[in-house]
Every structure is written in structure tokens, then in C-alpha cells.
């Protein structure tokens, strides 16, 4: 296996001088060295090759007998040094001290095609950031990571990537529920790419210990490594690094709303400061159009991460980065300034994103109250998300008293479409078919357009659940079905058809579907 690896973060970066592994509080240090656990018996599940090449991996690279070594943390590449990165963040709003890659280890980098990669194993045992769980990952947080950060590439909304999921061989113990009923489950391991794995906490840590010197080192190396437009780091330039992530958050916060994405933990130690999606633990997938919805059981009383909260916590998250990076910057105007644009570009940005989804591409003063109107008729009666604007692409100018017959299918229960509620969406409709006189685009030129920003196929919560039933019992074909139908997302797959279409009424309540534990 050739690669060309470099080694950027364990050299310019302070280590830990420690190299035991054992728990604890790591100081004055970006990381610590660590050896991943050797594993009963090693099986690669899945690869996806587009990550392969774009790391300059060969099919025979893939297929060998190294690789399932190497991507499960049983053989460690010569001339590399694994290691484990120390970060804090705040949880669920409120500081939590040291937290790190706790089952995460970042076995090199890579620079290929002119792109860097760091390369991470997800669930390879302890660190000295394990705190008092074991550093192990199982299979079902396992598939769902992995399919769903090569589905959220495919659909163009920034986030790390995969490159392959893999049984250990060994069994973890887990308590899903938390209700005190725990269960061996199959253990897996997932390596996770990305340029770089660093979080808002990652910087966090350093503020609150209030060691300002690693912290510059850390700004510095960042903004070498990954904001080189930027230039060399300077005062100036770490406030324009601050409105930087902070314009990248609202950009992938923004293609969260607009394909139904609830992210479901947003603590400062799953925002990465490179603006991607990272850590897929409890996420889902709007289903029904709701803005207080939240997949994760562990949120469910004060749902911070719902759906329509993410915009605000990208916001809230950014004053944490912006409180840690101060000690660099001290000129709290300028920082203000910067998130205060965050919350008018946010308004501005999403309107800009819903009308996409209208296919309306020209200015209206109205617009905002059409939009607005929509996603008022659409919180009438569970309505899915998906499958409504997907069907909208077929609405054709002068079809408004047909609309409520083009969406049908989006709407979950019949019966509760009222006549109250018919007569409000056939004046959404009536408005809408209005606006579309002023478009220059025929229908089906709005269309294709509309195809490019509202997919037809999502990974439902359901979807990723029967991938992981059978998987669980030792098939993994829908594994692979599921990751070919969502790497073309907004095309038409007759083959696949019965992938569009609402999420089947025995998964309204199932464990997995609809609920998820932060327990992986
Ligand atoms: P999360 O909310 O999943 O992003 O995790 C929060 C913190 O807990 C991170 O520092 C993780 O590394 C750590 N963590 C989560 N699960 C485990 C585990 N099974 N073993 C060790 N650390 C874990
Ligand atoms: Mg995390």
C-alpha cells in the first residue's frame, strides 16, 4: 500500500510527553500517542471506492489483506504514529471540561491530487481521553456513521467522509436505551476522513486552562494548514479566521435545513472548525416537516437540537469559539460584529435556500411571506418533507387547483387533510402558481433545477434500521444498496422507486427509527 503520507499535526504540534494510556488530564498538549486495539477477528464490510481513490488507493490496495489490517487498527504503517487529539466543548450548553478523542485515533495523513486527508478510526479502543467508557464503537452507530457521511457528500453538503466499515470481531456491551438493559452487540470499526478533525472545543480546551501559548500554536497550525488563503497569522488575520468558520457553519447549517438534517447533538465538540458535518451519532431525517422535531431520546425534554433550533446553536456555538479565540483577538467589537452578521446572513441565506426549493429564481418583495405561508400549511398535518418538495418539481404553471393532488403522497395521515386545511393549501397554491408568472423558466427547465436542490432520496431513519437488522444478522446486501441509491440522491432511480415513498407506519415509534440514544 502506497500512500503519501505526511505527518503535519504530530509534528508542528505540542505532544503529550506521557505515553501511557491511561486516563487522564492532558496539558500543554494538542494530542497523545496511542496504539489501536488489536482485534479478534478483523472483517471489512464496506469500502467506498471514491474515498479509496481519492486517498491514491488501487482496487488491489483495497482488496489486501493490509488494508483490513490497517482500517481496523491491527497493523499500524510503518513510519506512522497514531494519536489521539485533546479537546473540551460544552454539552448540551454547558461546559464540560476535558473530553478528546475518546475512541477516535488518527492514524496519519495523507496528501493526494493536491488534497490533504487525515485518516481516523472510529471505535479502536481507549485513549487517554476514554474518561469511563472502553473506546469501542458498535455495528449499528457504526453503519449509520458510515452511510450517512457518504450520503451527506453525495447530496454536496459539507462533512467529513468514510472509507470503510468493518466487523472487530469482538462484542461490546451496551446499554441502548438507558433504562438499565444492557446487551452484547457485534463491535465495528469505521475510518472516517476528513482534512482535518479539529472542533471548536479543540480550541475551547486551551482558553479555559488558559494556556494562550498552545493555543496560538493551535490557531497558527490551523490557519497554515487549512485557511492558507488567508495569510500568515496576524491579529487581523485570526479575525478574519473567526468570520471564516463562522460563514462556514451558517453555509452548512443552511443545506442542513434544506435537506431535513437534524444533527441531534451540536455540543462544541461535534462543530468542526472547517465547517463539515462530523460525528454521526443520534441524527435523523425529517420525516414529517417539523421544526421541533429531535431524533435523540437523550434531548427529548428540552430538545436544544431540534430542527429548527440548529440555526441558533450554529450561533451559540460560534460565542464559544469567539470567547476562545479572544485571548488572541481582544477586540470584542470585531468579533460582535461577525456574529451579528451571522444571524442577518442566516435570514438572508435561507430564504435564498427556500426559494431554490421553489424553484423561483428571481426577487419578489413577497417572497418571504410565501415561504413563510408554506412552511405554515406544511406544519398543518404530518407532511413529508422529502417526498412534498420532490413532488412540487411537477407543479406547472396554472395547475394550482391541482396542486393539493400533485403532493398527495407527501401527506401521512389522509383523512386529517380537512376541508379547512384543503382550502389553506389551495391558497398556498393559488399564491404560488401566481408568483410563478413572474419566472422565466418553463416547467420543466424550473424542474430540473428544483431536482438539483430537493432530493429524491434521503437515508430515512428506517432505511439505515433495516440495513442494521440485517446486518445484525449477517447480511449486509442492503448495505450496499443503500450506499449506490444515495450516491446519486437527486436522481431519478426507477430501479429504486420504492425508496421514495413515506417512512412505513411501523417505524413511527420503533427504537432506532424514531429514537435514538446517544448510547453507540
Ligand atoms: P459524542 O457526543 O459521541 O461526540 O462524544 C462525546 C465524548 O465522549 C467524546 O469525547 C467521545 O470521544 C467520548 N466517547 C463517546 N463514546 C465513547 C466510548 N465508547 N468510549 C470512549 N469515549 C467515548
Ligand atoms: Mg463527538
Redesign the pocket.
Known amino acids: 500500500m502506497k500512500l503519501n503520507l505526511k505527518h503535519t499535526f504530530i509534528q508542528e504540534l505540542p505532544a503529550d510527553p506521557i505515553s501511557e494510556n491511561t486516563r487522564r488530564q492532558v496539558k500543554e498538549a494538542c494530542f497523545s500517542y496511542v496504539t489501536p486495539k488489536k482485534t479478534n477477528a478483523p472483517k471489512m464490510l464496506h469500502v467506498s471506492k471514491d474515498m479509496a481513490k481519492a486517498l491514491g488507493l488501487s482496487e488491489a490496495d483495497v482488496s489486501s489483506d493490509t488494508f483490513t489490517k490497517v482500517f481496523t487498527g491491527n497493523e499500524v504503517l510503518p513510519h506512522t504514529k497514531p494519536y489521539a487529539m485533546c479537546?473540551g466543548?460544552h454539552?448540551f450548553g454547558n461546559w464540560a471540561g476535558q473530553?478528546?478523542?475518546?475512541?477516535?485515533i488518527n492514524l496519519f495523513e495523507v496528501e493526494h491530487n493536491k488534497k490533504q486527508w487525515t485518516v481516523q478510526l472510529k471505535g479502536a479502543g481507549?485513549t487517554p481521553?476514554?474518561?469511563t467508557?472502553?473506546?469501542?464503537?458498535v455495528l449499528r452507530s457504526s453503519i449509520r456513521e458510515y452511510l450517512c457521511s457518504e450520503a451527506m457528500f453525495h447530496l454536496g453538503v459539507p462533512t467529513t467522509r468514510a472509507l470503510s466499515l468493518a466487523l472487530s470481531g469482538d462484542e461490546v456491551l451496551r446499554d441502548m436505551l438507558y433504562d438499565g438493559n444492557s446487551a452484547y452487540e457485534k463491535g465495528a470499526i469505521v475510518s472516517r476522513i476528513s482534512p482535518s478533525f479539529l472542533r471548536f472545543g479543540s480550541f475551547e480546551i486551551f482558553a479555559a486552562r488558559q494556556d494562550h501559548k498552545t493555543l496560538k500554536q493551535l490557531v497558527d497550525y490551523t490557519i497554515q494548514q487549512h485557511f492558507t488563503h488567508l495569510g500568515t497569522p496576524s491579529k487581523e488575520v485570526y479575525i478574519k479566521f473567526f468570520a471564516e468558520v463562522s460563514q462556514r457553519t451558517l453555509e452548512m447549517i443552511i443545506h442542513w435545513q434544506r435537506v431535513g438534517f437534524v444533527h441531534g447533538?451540536m455540543?462544541t465538540?461535534?462543530m468542526s472548525i472547517l465547517g463539515l458535518t462530523i460525528?454521526y451519532?443520534p441524527y435523523g431525517w425529517l420525516e414529517g416537516f417539523d421544526f421541533g422535531w429531535t431524533p435523540n431520546t437523550t434531548d427529548k425534554q428540552h430538545k436544544r437540537y431540534r430542527y429548527g433550533n440548529q440555526p441558533n446553536i450554529g450561533l451559540w456555538n460560534l460565542y464559544q469559539l469567539a470567547n476562545a479565540l479572544y485571548p488572541l483577538i481582544e477586540d470584542v467589537e470585531a468579533l460582535e460584529a461577525i456574529l451579528e452578521s451571522y444571524k442577518t446572513d442566516f435570514e438572508k441565506n435561507s430564504l435564498v435556500m427556500m426559494k431554490t426549493k421553489l424553484g423561483l429564481e428571481l426577487n419578489d418583495d413577497k417572497d418571504h411571506m410565501l415561504v413563510q405561508a408554506l412552511e405554515d400549511a406544511l406544519l398543518l398535518t404530518e407532511t413529508d418533507m422529502t417526498l412534498f418538495f420532490r413532488l412540487l418539481g411537477r407543479f406547472k404553471k396554472g395547475d394550482a387547483k391541482r396542486g393539493l393532488d400533485i403532493v398527495k403522497e407527501a401527506f401521512y395521515i389522509p383523512n386529517e387533510v380537512s376541508d379547512t386545511i384543503a382550502q389553506q393549501w389551495r391558497d398556498w397554491f393559488e399564491r404560488y402558481d401566481f408568483r410563478l408568472d413572474k419566472e422565466l423558466l418553463s416547467n420543466i427547465e424550473r424542474q430540473s433545477k428544483m431536482n438539483t436542490v430537493n432530493p429524491k432520496y434521503v437515508l430515512r431513519n428506517y432505511m439505515a434500521q433495516l440495513a442494521i437488522d440485517d446486518a445484525n444478522k449477517g447480511n449486509y446486501n442492503l448495505i450496499e444498496e443503500l450506499f449506490q441509491l444515495l450516491k446519486k440522491p437527486y436522481d431519478e432511480q426507477p430501479d429504486y422507486e420504492r425508496w421514495f415513498a413515506k417512512r412505513p407506519d411501523w417505524a413511527r415509534h420503533k427504537v432506532g427509527c424514531s429514537m435514538l440514544s446517544?448510547s453507540?
Open positions: 479537546y466543548g454539552q473530553l478528546g478523542d475518546g475512541r477516535a481507549e481521553y476514554s474518561r467508557a472502553d473506546g469501542l464503537a447533538v455540543n465538540d461535534n460525528d451519532g446517544c453507540s
